[in-house]
């Protein structure tokens, strides 16, 4: 299985699990155990680079073997001074469809005489939220290109080919050419209209699904906090997308080309007085957000422009106030690839509001 990983990640795996040992973290040999495809021995990476992370902050970790708890165990187990949180990871990554593709089709196409173009469908060019859906895709692939060759086959057979074969996945596109050497085209993803939007209500679904985990612990972890941590390996979402879906978009004064507010449109001074006067009917959620902030999240509220704060504020709530479901999740940690920073997004509406002090230790310089 690791000869079909990249040596240089190789050797990062190994620097993680010395790192990890160091700062005496439990189970490492057991969490790798779990690895029994490439799909999953992925998603295991993951977990061992949240691991650091939560060990770097000072917190005591536990990696929590699959079933441990039955059929519902969360990845991890963070201990800090006396409190617990426990985390479950999830990785959305980019599908490694062309690499495979490249050298299935080199090899299969060198005396056929034709370069083929590959056209893929949504259901191996979509980027993957978790190893389960990664080996579907790869079965789909796999399929695709068996397919393929079986056509190629036949019709050689019957000393004729088709402009275009068909396939669970692919569209393969076939030109004749005139040096009588085979060779693979260009590869085509679909439209999958605007990819960051699209991606993101994956994600968003994703996280719910994981939130929802918890109701499922044994009854003595029902009231530990209880964390998502996202592994972002797709280029198009970065922090401040996930920012807007989890709290929120933004409206008021800025500059148009101010993305950092996710600025939609300007308002006046006379709508922004109206805004604060009526601000219990002209602001979604307003209740919640006073009861959050009477709670103790103040700061974090009008970081976020929940209160209305420097002229601007949410007019169309994120998924932590939309969704019910996450009212589980005391926070979503997530990593940015790249760079591979890591940032912490704390859910003010949760019914714990651990919160609050897992921001700290997010956010102290340890």
């Known amino acids: 299985m690791l000869n079909d990983y990249p040596i240089n990640h190789l050797k990062t795996i190994g620097r993680?699990?010395?790192?990890?040992?160091?700062?005496?973290?439990?189970?490492?040999?057991?969490?790798?155990?779990?690895?029994?495809?490439?799909?999953?021995?992925?998603?295991?990476?993951?977990?061992?680079?949240?691991?650091?992370?939560?060990?770097?902050?000072?917190?005591?970790?536990?990696?929590?073997?699959?079933?441990?708890?039955?059929?519902?165990?969360?990845d991890i187990q963070a201990d800090i001074k006396q409190r617990s949180c426990l985390v479950e990871v999830t990785r959305v990554g980019q599908p490694k469809t062309n690499g495979i593709i490249s050298k299935r089709l080199n090899k299969l196409l060198t005396n056929t005489g034709y370069r083929v173009d590959c056209v893929l469908k949504k259901n191996i060019a979509f980027p993957t939220l978790n190893h389960e859906e990664r080996e579907i895709q790869d079965k789909i692939l796999e399929e695709s290109l068996q397919s393929l060759e079986e056509q190629l086959s036949k019709y050689e057979r019957e000393n004729r080919l088709p402009n275009r074969l068909d396939s669970v996945g692919i569209e393969f596109e076939l030109i004749k050419t005139k040096s009588g050497k085979g060779y693979l085209g260009v590869i085509r993803g679909?439209?999958?209209?605007?990819?960051?939007?699209?991606?993101?209500?994956?994600?968003?679904?994703?996280?719910?699904q994981k939130a929802e985990m918890r109701k499922k612990f044994p009854p003595e972890y029902l009231s530990v906090p209880y964390l998502v941590a996202l592994d972002c390996i797709e280029w198009s979402v970065d922090a401040l997308d996930i920012e807007y879906g989890l709290y929120g978009t933004t409206l008021g004064w800025g500059k148009p080309e101010d993305e950092s507010n996710r600025v939609l449109a300007t308002i006046n001074e006379a709508e922004w007085q109206n805004l604060l006067a009526n601000a219990e009917t002209r602001i979604p959620g307003w209740g919640r957000i006073q009861e959050a902030r009477q709670r103790g999240w103040n700061d974090i509220l009008v970081a976020h422009h929940l209160i209305p704060s420097d002229r601007i504020y949410v007019s169309d709530p994120g998924s932590f106030l939309k969704n019910a479901e996450l009212n589980e999740l005391s926070g979503l940690l997530f990593?940015?690839?790249?760079?591979?920073?890591?940032?912490?997004?704390?859910?003010?509406?949760?019914?714990?509001d651990a919160g609050l002090w897992i921001n700290e230790i997010f956010n102290s310089r340890i």
């Open 16 to 74: 993680t699990i010395q790192e990890l040992r160091q700062h005496g973290c439990i189970n490492i040999q057991e969490k790798i155990s779990d690895a029994t495809a490439l799909s999953k021995f992925t998603s295991v990476l993951s977990e061992l680079e949240f691991a650091l992370h939560l060990s770097q902050k000072g917190m005591r970790v536990t990696l929590l073997p699959d079933r441990a708890w039955g059929d519902t165990t969360p």
């Open 190 to 208: 679909p439209v999958i209209g605007v990819p960051t939007e699209a991606l993101l209500k994956s994600i968003i679904r994703r996280v719910v």
């Open 335 to 352: 990593k940015e690839n790249p760079p591979g920073d890591f940032h912490f997004f704390p859910n003010p509406f949760s019914t714990d």
